[in-house]
């Protein structure tokens, strides 16, 4: 009788024990990872953090392998085990990447607790960098950590309790994930304007050259701002109705207008609107000041020979009057300066440190946010790439392969060498189209900037550098992810010829609106062109600040 009873509890506490088994192996696991050595020239230099900020992104599952990025640098196994015991974690992981021309090779070492290591190495393009750190990665993940699969970026339940499927409208790193924020029509296909997801106003008369949302009557209201040719047109849009004119004022007859920013520079609550035109025979630059307190236009200040727009400009991103002065030869003259007021007139003051090509159209900068990595600026080239520079922009750091922006303004301009003068019957113009507003923007509040761009699409245009009028469009938002500038979102394809973006409460109905100015495709003919606004309200309340970023999108081109 005692044997049976002594095998009955023999064979509980075995499976008691075997019960233990899973909750044991389900222990997180946790792993530090050095910066790598970089065999590379100097302007690869950032990738000794990057790819391990990277490899840390694409490893993490929350509750079963958590990890962070150390300091230190490793160049033997002594020196990881060393790590290793410093961080009391139970792997570490170390590494170099090697760049020889346009090839690279990622070489990647793992040890654990007990000295048993792992060594994985992957290599490919430079230009292909994204996958071979995601094979690497999933390599290590499946051998030496014993995870696997991909890991997605999480996203929080859909806002008032709707479920619904994938996005129709905003595709978020294209995961595949079933759910996320921003815009309840996101989640169904084909839902159409009737929910208030989407707001569209009637079509209007002309072509739009530029667009901006603000107060500018003083009513504590928004407006919108359309920019024609040689007319600028107020408009209110009330909640359910259609867009209703306020005023219109024609700029001027002889030039072109080809910029528009509003900016308060009087600090009484109403913006004032910064018109940029140009002569068409020199490309002369005359900059026009506007009021609208009280829905009457008036002119805030003279008229200056100056191109002009509106930066904001750090460390306290502040909205800035810059200016730019006309160069015969080069289009722009050398430096971006601050404007400042003396009397009726604008004038150039202090010079800002910027890089060589920037121009008060095509720079922004992007806040460093809560992680203090500091502050970025973004440059868009005169091929439409966007740039990125590092320390003030001291040192290009990332180079986008795509293109960007799209406007369909631009100024015809004459190259020629100093002294020898130029033949317009011979020489053909090039052409200088004016960049779109590069929004910075800390959309959830959370201490992390996207920079939201317009991606124009079109098969002719990369046939016909002069065909502008794109028939679709995509607005990107774009982080920087410690590699270079990826995907965070993006709309779905956007009928019609983008000709502005901006981020406001179009309606005023308490909600942050994507706000797209649209030109109709050329089908309707050039005499014919129409233009329209489309907004998206935004949902911000759903973003969760704690998941971590997904990047998987990122390119690499530093040159």
Same mark, same amino acid.
């Given at each position: 009788?005692?044997?049976?009873?002594?095998?009955?509890?023999?064979?509980?506490?075995?499976?008691?024990?075997?019960?233990?088994?899973?909750?044991?192996?389900?222990?997180?696991?946790?792993?530090?990872?050095?910066?790598?050595?970089?065999?590379?020239?100097?302007?690869?230099?950032?990738?000794?953090?990057?790819?391990?900020?990277?490899?840390?992104?694409?490893?993490?599952?929350?509750?079963?392998?958590?990890?962070?990025?150390?300091?230190?640098?490793?160049?033997?196994?002594?020196?990881?085990?060393?790590?290793?015991?410093?961080?009391?974690?139970?792997?570490?992981?170390?590494?170099?990447?090697?760049?020889?021309?346009?090839?690279?090779?990622?070489?990647?070492?793992?040890?654990?607790?007990?000295?048993?290591?792992?060594?994985?190495?992957?290599?490919?393009?430079?230009?292909?960098?994204?996958?071979?750190?995601?094979?690497?990665?999933?390599?290590?993940?499946?051998?030496?950590?014993?995870?696997?699969?991909?890991?997605?970026?999480?996203?929080?339940?859909?806002? *008032?309790?709707?479920?619904?499927?994938?996005?129709?409208?905003?595709?978020?790193?294209?995961?595949?994930?079933?759910?996320?924020?921003?815009?309840?029509?996101?989640?169904?296909?084909?839902?159409?304007?009737?929910?208030?997801?989407?707001?569209?106003?009637?079509?209007?008369?002309?072509?739009?050259?530029?667009?901006?949302?603000?107060?500018?009557?003083?009513?504590?209201?928004?407006?919108?701002?359309?920019?024609?040719?040689?007319?600028?047109?107020?408009?209110?849009?009330?909640? =359910?109705?259609?867009?209703?004119?306020?005023?219109?004022?024609?700029?001027?007859?002889?030039?072109?207008?080809?910029?528009?920013?509003?900016?308060?520079?009087?600090?009484? *609550?109403?913006?004032?609107?910064?018109?940029?035109?140009?002569?068409?025979?020199?490309?002369?630059?005359?900059?026009?000041?506007?009021?609208?307190?009280?829905?009457?236009?008036?002119?805030?200040?003279?008229?200056?020979?100056?191109?002009?727009?509106?930066?904001?400009?750090?460390?306290?991103?502040?909205?800035?009057?810059?200016?730019?002065?006309?160069?015969?030869?080069?289009?722009?003259?050398?430096?971006?300066?601050?404007?400042?007021?003396?009397?009726?007139?604008?004038?150039?003051?202090?010079?800002?440190?910027?890089?060589?090509?920037?121009?008060?159209?095509?720079?922004?900068?992007?806040?460093?946010?809560?992680?203090?990595?500091?502050?970025?600026?973004?440059?868009?080239?005169?091929?439409?790439?966007?740039?990125?520079? =590092?320390?003030?922009?001291?040192?290009?750091?990332?180079?986008?392969?795509?293109?960007?922006?799209?406007?369909?303004?631009?100024?015809?301009?004459?190259?020629?060498?100093?002294?020898?003068?130029?033949?317009?019957?011979?020489?053909?113009?090039?052409?200088?189209?004016?960049?779109?507003?590069?929004?910075?923007?800390?959309?959830?509040?959370?201490?992390?900037?996207?920079?939201?761009?317009?991606?124009?699409?079109?098969?002719?245009?990369?046939?016909?550098?002069?065909?502008?009028?794109?028939?679709?469009?995509?607005?990107?938002?774009?982080?920087?992810?410690?590699?270079?500038?990826?995907?965070?979102?993006?709309?779905?394809?956007?009928?019609?010829?983008?000709?502005?973006?901006?981020?406001?409460?179009?309606?005023?109905?308490?909600?942050?609106?994507?706000?797209?100015?649209?030109?109709?495709?050329?089908?309707?003919?050039?005499?014919?062109?129409?233009?329209?606004?489309?907004?998206?309200?935004?949902?911000?309340?759903?973003?969760?600040?704690?998941?971590?970023?997904?990047?998987?999108?990122?390119?690499?081109?530093?040159?």
């Amino acid at each position: 009788m005692k044997f049976f009873m002594r095998l009955s509890l023999a064979a509980c506490l075995l499976i008691f024990a075997v019960s233990l088994a899973p909750a044991a192996q389900a222990a997180s696991k946790t792993f530090v990872i050095l910066p790598f050595t970089v065999n590379a020239p100097q302007s690869y230099a950032y990738l000794s953090k990057a790819v391990p900020a990277t490899m840390q992104a694409k490893l993490y599952r929350p509750g079963v392998l958590e990890g962070r990025v150390a300091q230190g640098k490793a160049a033997s196994q002594a020196e990881a085990r060393k790590a290793l015991s410093s961080a009391g974690a139970d792997y570490a992981v170390w590494g170099s990447v090697n760049v020889m021309g346009n090839e690279c090779t990622i070489e990647v070492n793992c040890v654990d607790k007990a000295g048993k290591i792992w060594s994985k190495s992957g290599q490919g393009p430079l230009s292909g960098l994204t996958g071979v750190v995601q094979n690497v990665s999933a390599a290590l993940g499946s051998e030496a950590f014993g995870v696997g699969g991909a890991r997605t970026l999480g996203v929080t339940s859909p806002v *008032g309790g709707r479920a619904g499927g994938m996005s129709s409208d905003i595709v978020v790193n294209e995961t595949g994930q079933q759910q996320m924020y921003l815009n309840p029509q996101f989640r169904y296909q084909g839902a159409g304007a009737s929910d208030g997801s989407r707001l569209r106003s009637q079509r209007l008369p002309g072509n739009m050259v530029d667009m901006a949302v603000g107060d500018f009557n003083g009513d504590g209201k928004n407006e919108i701002a359309l920019l024609g040719d040689h007319k600028l047109t107020i408009y209110t849009w009330p909640p =359910q109705d259609k867009l209703k004119k306020l005023g219109e004022i024609s700029i001027s007859r002889s030039n072109t207008n080809f910029s528009m920013r509003a900016i308060d520079l009087n600090r009484d *609550g109403a913006k004032e609107l910064v018109v940029a035109t140009f002569e068409e025979e020199s490309n002369r630059p005359y900059s026009y000041f506007y009021s609208f307190r009280g829905n009457t236009f008036r002119e805030y200040a003279d008229r200056c020979p100056y191109f002009v727009s509106v930066l904001a400009v750090p460390p306290h991103f502040t909205p800035t009057l810059v200016g730019q002065g006309w160069d015969s030869l080069k289009l722009f003259a050398p430096g971006v300066h601050v404007m400042v007021k003396n009397g009726s007139k604008f004038s150039l003051g202090s010079r800002l440190d910027l890089p060589p090509g920037a121009s008060v159209f095509n720079v922004a900068w992007l806040p460093g946010g809560k992680d203090g990595k500091g502050d970025q600026l973004v440059m868009l080239t005169d091929d439409e790439r966007l740039k990125v520079f =590092q320390g003030n922009g001291k040192t290009l750091i990332h180079t986008t392969m795509e293109r960007f922006s799209g406007s369909a303004t631009g100024m015809d301009h004459y190259k020629g060498m100093p002294g020898l003068g130029v033949d317009r019957n011979y020489q053909l113009p090039s052409k200088y189209y004016a960049p779109m507003r590069l929004i910075a923007a800390d959309l959830g509040r959370t201490g992390e900037y996207v920079l939201l761009v317009n991606k124009p699409i079109s098969t002719a245009s990369q046939l016909f550098d002069r065909y502008r009028f794109f028939p679709q469009g995509e607005i990107h938002a774009l982080y920087w992810d410690g590699v270079g500038l990826a995907l965070k979102w993006k709309t779905r394809r956007i009928k019609g010829s983008v000709a502005e973006v901006d981020l406001a409460d179009v309606n005023n109905n308490g909600v942050l609106d994507l706000v797209v100015g649209l030109n109709t495709s050329p089908d309707l003919g050039i005499g014919s062109r129409q233009s329209m606004i489309v907004a998206y309200p935004l949902d911000v309340s759903a973003t969760d600040p704690n998941v971590p970023a997904d990047m998987s999108d990122f390119e690499v081109n530093p040159n």
